[in-house]
């Protein structure tokens, strides 16, 4: 067997063959390819898969008068769906997707996309804040004023009361709980999926985003899907969506709820608490809830 040849050139020199050279776009599409992460795990009636993509393209990649690529570009997509959102999160993430199936009934199933959870959010009025001191929203809007740049109005937070979308599931109102005692417990993660759908940080002046993560321990399953905003020295609000089922039964408890608050009844509480999703909830009062039960049709 020969040995490896390598070919000398003079130092600082550095060549590529025509044939090796390869179109921006291909190296795009590479580049694409190589982000997206899918993952998935059965556990006793469900099954759960978790998909992670590249954030949206900056412009569309296909020619004006190619319906095909039309039809596959997802700008193109969240411009048809979303036509009336005059303006997008920065960070937008199309294919990220978390997906629970019930096994033996394989067309049912809850998903949660940045799509539809956009589709929820209000293209006709601006944020509904109540700040108790005019003084306070005078000083804090002074900082807020480009989000009334745009044409017409619209929730610039990107506030959505998203609780998934379900596909050949009944859906009824029910007083059972999610049984907090059970997560208390200590036992093992058999799979575990984190995602962001969108995220924006509000041109400097606070953060939105909109995220999900599931974690399936040996008898049960607990999903939590959060939408937290925080606009500096004004707001700051969660909803959650809290899923909970055991593996071992087809219906499974959703709670979905709206936690908020002034800035200004937070002033006991250090930044850190206010600028963490995990800390900051709790701080907050319910002002909606509601729960419901789930099961395939």
């Known amino acids: 067997m020969s040995a490896p040849t390598s070919t000398a050139h003079s130092p600082g020199a550095f060549t590529i063959s025509k ?7 291909y190296i795009i599409e590479s580049a694409k390819r190589n982000a997206r ?66 096994k033996n009934h394989p067309n049912a199933q809850i998903s949660f996309t940045a799509l539809e959870a956009l589709k929820m959010v209000s293209t006709s009025k601006l944020p509904d804040f109540q700040v108790a001191s005019a ?71 606070g953060m939105a985003q909109y995220s999900a993560r599931i974690r399936v321990m040996p008898t049960c399953f607990f999903v939590l899907v959060r939408f937290y905003l925080r606009v500096d020295h004004v707001h700051v609000r969660v909803c959650d969506t809290r899923v909970f089922g ?12 709206l936690r908020e608050a002034k800035m200004e009844t937070l002033k006991h509480l250090d930044n850190d608490v206010i600028n963490d999703p995990n ?7 319910i002002v909606k809830e509601h729960t419901a039960k789930l099961a395939p049709l």
């Not at 800390?279 to 009062?285: R, S």
């Open 19 to 25: 044939d090796s050279r390869q179109p921006a776009n």
């Open 37 to 102: 992460k899918e993952e998935s795990y059965e556990q006793g009636e469900y099954r759960f898969e978790s998909i992670w993509d590249h954030i949206i393209s900056s412009q569309c990649d296909h020619a004006e008068d190619d319906d095909d690529g039309a039809q596959k570009c997802k700008i193109c997509l969240f411009g048809r769906e979303l036509s009336l959102l005059p303006h997008h999160p920065e960070l937008l993430f199309p294919d990220n997707e978390l997906i629970i199936r019930w």
């Open 135 to 205: 003084a306070t929203w005078q000083e804090a809007r002074k900082g807020l004023e480009e989000f009334r740049e745009y044409e017409k109005p619209f929730d610039w937070t990107y506030t959505t009361e998203y609780a998934g979308t379900l596909k050949e599931v009944h859906e009824s109102e029910t007083e059972d709980a999610i049984d907090m005692e059970t997560l208390k417990r200590q036992d093992p993660i058999l799979f575990y999926a984190q995602n962001v759908l969108y995220e924006d940080e509000l041109h400097d002046h």
């Open 246 to 257: 055991r593996t071992h039964e087809t219906s499974i408890i959703r709670e979905w709820s």
């Open 279 to 285: 800390q900051i909830w709790t701080h907050l009062p």
